[in-house]
């Protein structure tokens, strides 16, 4: 797959960047993820005839996840700051019948879209850790939620990352992922950070929460972990984290040296819900 740079849109740095890659990225990882996030849209209510907000809806893989709980009674609307990838996958989601998901290009940071709607159930997955200000996140996206709705929040912690045997290229991979984060000023661990998150943003503690993660082959990971660093690599070659000659070597020694019958862990990705009273 090509990594065809496509325009940046408007807002604060994206560290994943906007590439075709990045989108295709999206998607595996989305697809690693399905579990989780399924039983615990589950676990916090979300059914038949609800109207949802997908916030940082990206490729609309969980879009999807919510049109097939709340059914063609419910209503499913997708934000992003990314409008292309957006419209995308609203195209993608409306060709295959799912017409009760319509999509808004739009900045979580300002919250500003057409209407006030008020929704039953505004959820955010691997959002609130790429923005400048996530209270202000989480309090946007509280102001849309419907008295008796819901607000669920789902971020990865990194720190708890892992792998065995040892793997060298795995390693310089996640150093370069830490340094590019650190430079931005991004957290690595915002899934940790969700239920203190919740009450600053004047939410409350949180009713429920969940944590989830998956331990994969090396084979598999290492492919994602590529990705992941082709995504953050033009970032760690701004800010010398890395360099091309290295970042080559790298890449090329990601995939061919893997070690036999190694296991990864992946991310934690964790889980925070709320609901707003009556
Ligand atoms: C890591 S992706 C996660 C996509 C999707 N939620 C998922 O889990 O598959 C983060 C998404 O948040 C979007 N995003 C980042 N900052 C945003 C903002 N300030 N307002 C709305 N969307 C934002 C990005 O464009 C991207 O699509």
């Known amino acids: 797959m090509s990594a065809e740079a496509v325009p940046q849109a408007e807002g604060s740095v994206y560290v994943m960047g906007r590439t075709t890659e990045e989108y295709d990225r999206l998607r595996g990882q989305a697809k690693i993820l399905e579990p989780i996030t399924a039983s615990v849209l589950e676990r916090a209510g979300l059914s038949v005839g609800m109207s949802c907000l997908d916030v940082g809806s990206g490729r609309g893989e969980v879009m999807r996840l919510m049109a097939d709980r709340v059914g063609p009674s419910g209503r499913v609307v997708g934000l992003d700051v990314d409008g292309r990838l957006g419209r995308e996958a609203a195209d993608i989601l409306a060709s295959r019948g799912y017409t009760q998901c319509t999509f808004i290009e739009g900045d979580l940071q300002s919250l500003e879209f057409a209407n006030n709607e008020l929704f039953d159930f505004v959820f955010a997955r691997i959002v609130l850790q790429h923005l400048d200000d996530p209270i202000l996140g989480l309090r946007n996206m509280y102001r849309r939620v419907k008295p008796g709705g819901r607000i669920v929040i789902q971020d990865y912690t990194f720190r708890t990352i892992d792998h065995y045997p040892s793997f060298e290229a795995a390693d310089e991979c996640?150093?370069?992922?830490?340094?590019?984060?650190?430079?931005?000023?991004?957290?690595?661990?915002?899934?940790?950070?969700?239920?203190?998150?919740?009450?600053?943003?004047?939410?409350?503690?949180?009713?429920?929460?969940?944590?989830?993660?998956?331990?994969?082959?090396?084979?598999?990971?290492?492919?994602?972990?590529?990705?992941?660093?082709?995504?953050?690599?033009?970032?760690?070659?701004?800010?010398?984290?890395?360099?091309?000659?290295?970042?080559?070597a790298l890449l090329s020694e990601l995939g061919s040296n893997q070690p036999q019958s190694g296991y990864f862990l992946w991310p934690l990705l964790l889980s925070a819900w709320k609901t707003k009273p009556a």
């Open 174 to 248: 996640l150093r370069v992922f830490f340094a590019v984060y650190e430079k931005v000023g991004r957290v690595t661990r915002m899934g940790v950070q969700l239920p203190s998150h919740f009450i600053e943003a004047g939410i409350g503690p949180p009713d429920g929460a969940d944590v989830g993660g998956g331990l994969l082959p090396i084979a598999k990971s290492a492919q994602m972990l590529a990705a992941v660093y082709r995504s953050v690599l033009p970032l760690a070659l701004k800010f010398g984290i890395t360099t091309e000659e290295r970042s080559t």
